[in-house]
């Protein structure tokens, strides 16, 4: 029977956890000293529990598993559900009917209490406790489902409303940040997604990059060899096992590289008679540590080999490695022909000079004078020409079209006709010499036919110098002449039409100009190779200002000593720059 009430009375105040009421019904129990236990458990925890002193010691367990005890508990519930366990436990010995019916009065009289005090705990729990638990335990279970729209149906003013509309409020922001969860979610899968395939079009682009690499290293004509930080061979392309095919069985990953060339000086590959074995691999593997431009050797078989290498970011060395056997042998077929040419040249100098006037002839028919004749190459295509004249001598500087072999060339052809020219002509016209010249250039170079090849000719300047009457005769052909008196310089221009090329008149006429001079007076001609000389920080030609500057600042100084300070201006004027023509000047005094 008490476990019956147990079971009926309980349960409501497990439920609302009433433990005064649980612990009230032990304390009724107790009264009846045959029992010696009782004890209230939730979910294995204990609520309340009451033992005679005998058996403090024991736990409800060992109480259970006793023979001296009768022991007796029953599961209580409340609608429907599990809400604890209820002990109790007799003595044995002490079970007898006055006691069992003292305890049946005792228990009638709990009974009564607690029934009234239950139904109106009932009551007021049900409809202030239960009804909002009950709802509230609905809406989290809702929520906990992942509805979190269910809305919250407590709208009572107490503790209970106050807890609704927090928890309601946590609900709210449970919600938004579920839903900028999932936002972030959302875009976080698509920047996923998104880096998923770069890196697999990155993935390929290097794949691919790695077979055109690899493509490339085995198709090319150069070897390539790939060492890393620690200097051990990791690749090798077969046209480099193809070129030391003698080491090919040395050559493989993880080889350190003084090995790879040590190979080469033990099987005899290097070294010649100009360089030693040992001496070599030094030079080479200094070289490779420490690539600097090109490494150029030949092997012992002939071949000529050219090591390109350079430093990696990850530490390694990259060498290419080059057979420019071909090369080297071509070079020096290139060199042989040059060598005869340059022999030839030279001889074609030496007659060249030889058949230039002789400056002892000059020497004796002016009272000074100076030449610079500089051919920009081995010959070149300025000349002059002296000649006596029965009341003086002639003198002429002329610039042939080109410089070098072609400029050569010209000079003879003007050569062939002057001396002729200079015989046919009165002795106060030098324009008949450069009309005579310009006819006989076209004429023998075909200028004048309509399948005529070429378009040359020459500029020059000639000089009759009367030395009786003291008087000078000049006729130019795109050509100036410069007079120094000892008061001021002037520049005579000739006639702006050259000698020969196609564009010019056969009948094309030149002027005469005559020219008083003095004791103090000096003359000077110059072909375009110092006129158009290019020099300076501007990088400027020398210019007819700069010459006609000079001649009035040296002009009454000896010829010798002109002729040095001249060449002195052009070399700072000219500093690094190359030559850029024959270079011819003429300073004399009549």
Known sequence: NTINFAKSSLGHALWNLDNKVVEDFNNAIFLDESFVYAGVFWDKQVVTERKRPSIKALGVKEIEESTEFITKSATMRFEEKDVGRFV??????????????????TLALAIFVIAGVSATSLFVTRKYIS???????????????????????????????????????????????????????????????????????????????RGRLVDALESTHEGFLLCDADDNVVLANPRFLEMYHGIADVVSPGTPYENVIGALVERGMVGTKRQDAESWYEQRLNFHRNPKGTHLYQLQDGRWVQVTERKTD?????????????????????????????????????????????????????????????????????????????????????????????????????????DRMLQAAPDDKPSQVLSGLHEGVQALLGQNRVDGKTDDGLEAGICFVNTDTKELFFSGARFSLWHANGEETTEIKGDRASLGYRRYPPNTKFNDISVRFGNRSTFYMTTDGLIDQIGGPRRRSFGRKRFQAFI?????RPMDSQSDNLLEVLAMHQGNEVRRDDLTVLGFVP
């Open 314 to 418: 990850a530490g390694g060395t990259v060498s290419v490695y080059s057979d420019i056997t071909e090369l080297k042998e071509s070079e020096q077929r290139a060199s042989n022909a040059n060598h005869l040419i340059t022999q030839s040249l030279r001889y074609a100098s030496r007659i060249q000079a030889a058949i230039l006037p002789a400056g002892d002839d000059m020497a004796a028919a002016t009272s000074d004078h100076f030449l610079l004749w500089e051919p920009r190459d081995i010959v070149g295509g300025d000349f002059f020409w002296f000649q006596k004249l029965p009341n003086g001598y002639a003198l002429i500087l002329g610039d042939c079209t080109g410089h070098g072999v072609p400029g050569a060339f010209m000079t003879l052809v003007a050569w062939g006709l002057l």
């Open 131 to 209: 009804l909002p638990l009950l709802q509230l335990h609905q809406s989290a279970s809702k929520i906990a489902q992942g509805d979190l729209d269910a809305p919250i149906q407590v709208k009572t003013q107490d503790e209970f409303g106050i807890l609704a509309r927090n928890f309601d409020d946590m609900r709210g922001s449970i919600k938004t940040l579920v839903g900028e969860l999932r936002e972030s979610n959302r875009t976080l899968e698509e920047r996923v997604e998104e880096r998923t395939s770069e890196a697999a079009s990155s993935m390929r682009a290097a794949e691919e990059a």
């Open 552 to 556: 009035e600042e040296n002009s009454g």
């Open 88 to 105: 109790v436990a007799v003595s044995r010995d002490s079970i007898n009917l006055k006691i069992i019916l003292n305890t049946l009065g």
